[in-house]
C-alpha cells in the first residue's frame, strides 16, 4: 500500500494524484470538456467533475483528479445551490414570493427533452426557494435543492403557477455539497500554479487550487483505523472491529456510506456501514472504493 501522509504535508505530485479543485466553470464548454483540460493540465491519468453543468452554465464545479475520481460518488446525493434569472413574460406579479414559497418541499419534474436521463416523472425536493431582486419582467432567484434537479424546468413551471410564463435565463451554480462559491479558483489559478511548481519549485499557488481529496468527504461519517488494518482494505478486506480505533459517525444508519482514514487523516476507503463497531466480530463497513 502507498501511504499518501497527513492531507496538509503532501508533496505536490502526490496532491495533484488524490485531489479536488473547486473550478469556477466559465461559459462555453461541457463539464465534461473542463475536466479533460485539468486532467491534461494536471498530467494525472485521470479527472471527474461533480454534476453534469450545461456548456453556458457557469460556477462550482468541483473536479477529482487521479485516483480520487473514485470517490466521485459522494456528489451523487450532495444539495446544489443555484442563481438564475427568472425571465417572465408579463410584469412581476405581486404575489411572486408567496408563489416561490409553495414551491419548497417534494416537487414533481419530468426532464426536458434535451436531457441526458429519461423522460419519467420523478420526485426532487427544493430546499429553499427565494428572489434575490425583482425588477418589471426580470426576477434573481436564488435555488437549493436535490441533486438532479432541473432549473429550467423549475423556472418553467414557475411562469405557470404565476400566470405569466416564464424561462430561464442566466444560471450559475453557486454550491455542491459542501464546496462554494466562496472558495472557487479558475483554470487559469490552475494553470499558474502548476506553472510555478514546475519552472521554479514554488507549490504556494498550487496547494491553494489545489486541495487533499479528503475535503470531498468530510461532510460523511467516519472511522479511523489502525495502520495494520488499512493495510488489509488496500487489499480488499472489509472493516473489522478490531481494526477500529475511533468513530465519529454522528446518526448514521445501517447502509448509510462512510469513510474510513488512518491516524494521520488519510483516505482508505468509502463503504456502508452494515455492523456495530462496538461489537467483538463480524464485518462494520463492506467496501464500496478502495482510495489507496
Known sequence: MRERGPPDDRDPETLLEFGVVNLD?????SAHQVAAWVRDAADV?????????????????????????????VFDESRKGYVSELELHAPAPNDLAETLAEFE??????????????????????????????ED?????????????????????????????????DLRRTKTGTFDDASLVTLHDLVDGLAFWREDGD????????????????HLPGLTVAPSAAREIAE?????????????????DEGDL?????????AVCLGH????????????VELERVLV
Open 203 to 218: 507549490a504556494d499557488l498550487l496547494r491553494e487550487v489545489v486541495q487533499p481529496a479528503e475535503r470531498a468527504l468530510e
Open 105 to 134: 418541499g417534494p416537487l414533481y419534474q419530468k426532464p426536458p427533452r434535451k436531457s441526458a436521463v429519461a423522460r419519467r416523472l420523478r420526485v426532487r425536493e427544493i430546499f429553499s426557494l427565494e428572489a434575490l431582486e425583482v
Open 236 to 252: 480488499g478486506a472489509p472493516v473489522y472491529p478490531p481494526g477500529i480505533l475511533e468513530t465519529d459517525l454522528g446518526a448514521a
Open 258 to 266: 462512510v469513510a474510513s482514514y488512518t491516524p494521520d487523516g488519510a
Open 137 to 169: 419582467r426580470r426576477a434573481l432567484i436564488d435555488v437549493e435543492c436535490e441533486s438532479g434537479t432541473y432549473v429550467r424546468k423549475l423556472c418553467h413551471d414557475l411562469g405557470l403557477a404565476l400566470g405569466t410564463g416564464a424561462n430561464m435565463g
Open 45 to 73: 491519468a485521470r479527472a471527474a467533475h461533480a454534476g453534469t453543468l450545461d456548456p453556458k452554465v457557469t460556477g462550482c464545479l468541483p473536479i477529482l483528479t487521479g485516483t480520487a475520481t473514485r470517490a466521485a460518488q
Open 273 to 284: 456501514l452494515v455492523g456495530d463497531p462496538a461489537a467483538d466480530s463480524g464485518v462494520v
Open 25 to 29: 466553470k466559465p461559459p462555453g464548454p
